[in-house]
């Protein structure tokens, strides 16, 4: 063992980490880079920003000696640069997910002398269950956004270039999305799991009140700068055009420029209108404008998205596993294709995504 890696080692059993990961889960354009630039701030948290190991878990499913899993992590979306993490201090020989995954992030959080450890992706949106099964002693942080509003900002995004949520599928990843990160909530709190539910409405208007109740979920005692960006540590945080508002130090409330089709507006509404029938008007947590004049969407029409939505997340799935497979030399030939540009492998950028 070299002495990087051991005095890691020693680092950390010196600290008193938490007996399993915390995940903080939205869909995307939630907002919840917000929730985790303020949750970082405190001493004993130390979350990744998408780190997204669970994306290429495909990996594991090599035999032990090719699974190259901290390799591909970096590759993808440049998981261990951006948090200062050095493959050599992570264990060889891991052959499993949660393995890996406690490896790389409790890392992390020695790093930054942390008790609190885990990863904030909406890329978990539709894994809840499955992440709960991996880490039994697992909490977790959703946080819910005005579908409308969410799906207003995916459109922004798109308007700076953002090549991810300009790819087909985008909306309804989203619309469809948002019920299906419902059904893994409700999946958690049928079984006791710790679930912890904030609204980003409410972060940005009353943001002491929602990181009191974060702070009490956690058990750890709440303080004053948890409020406000200032000092906040984003440079894990991609740097695209649509992270532009968690780089500063102002956290804003009000409504942004609506840039959303209309009839794309009036089918979320839809939605909107469906699920608070079915939940009792318990969620979503929105306000639905003009509701006697919103239809819900009839049946053809949730079949067809959801036909669709399966597919879009099929080819997801196919995507992530060719990755865990195919040889870099190939992907990165790809990537250059694709996007015009070589990628190093240890070159951050704010567009990573697969």
């Known amino acids: ?69 901290a390799t591909r992590c970096e590759f993808w979306d440049h998981g261990l640069t951006r948090h200062g993490i050095i493959a050599n201090d992570l264990p060889r020989g891991v052959a499993d997910y949660p393995t890996a995954f406690t490896a790389m992030h409790k890392a992390y959080a020695v790093r930054k002398g942390a008790v609190i450890w885990g990863d904030k992706s909406p890329n978990y949106y539709d894994s809840l269950p499955a992440l709960a099964r991996l ?9 819910w956004r005005d579908p409308a509003t969410t799906a207003n900002a995916i459109a922004r995004a798109a308007q700076t270039g953002e090549r991810y949520f300009r790819q087909r599928g985008a909306y309804l990843r989203g619309l469809i999305g948002y019920h299906v990160l419902k059904s893994g909530v409700d999946h958690l709190l049928s079984r006791g799991y710790p679930v912890c539910q904030v609204t980003y409405e409410e972060l940005t208007s009353d943001t002491a009140k929602v990181m009191q109740q974060v702070c009490r979920f956690l058990e750890i005692p709440y303080r004053d700068e948890l409020a406000d960006l200032e000092g906040a540590d984003r440079s894990a945080i991609f740097k695209g055009a649509h992270h532009t508002l968690i780089r500063g130090d102002e956290i804003v409330s009000t409504p942004r420029t609506v840039v959303l089709d209309q009839a794309i507006r009036q089918k979320i509404y839809g939605y909107v209108k469906l699920w608070k029938r079915r939940y009792n008007n318990q969620w979503p947590p929105s306000v639905l404008p003009d509701a006697d004049d919103v239809a819900p969407p009839r049946l053809p029409q949730r079949i067809g998205n959801q036909v669709a939505y399966r597919a879009v997340r099929a080819f997801d799935q196919f995507r992530q596993v060719c990755f865990a497979y195919a040889p870099l030399t190939w992907l990165e030939s790809y990537r250059s294709r694709t996007r015009g540009v070589r990628l190093p492998a240890n070159k951050q950028t704010g567009d990573a995504k697969n």
Request: hydrophobic fraction near 45%.
């Open 1 to 69: 063992m070299n002495s990087t890696a051991y005095e890691s080692s020693k680092s950390a059993a010196a600290v008193s980490l938490a007996p399993g990961p915390l995940f903080i889960v939205a869909t995307w354009r939630s907002g919840s880079s917000l929730l985790y630039a303020l949750l970082n701030k405190h001493p004993q948290v130390a979350l990744t920003f998408e780190a997204d190991l669970w994306l290429v878990r495909s990996v594991f499913r090599k035999p032990a000696g090719y699974c190259d899993w």
């Open 135 to 143: 880490f039994p002693q697992a909490r977790f942080i959703i946080q």
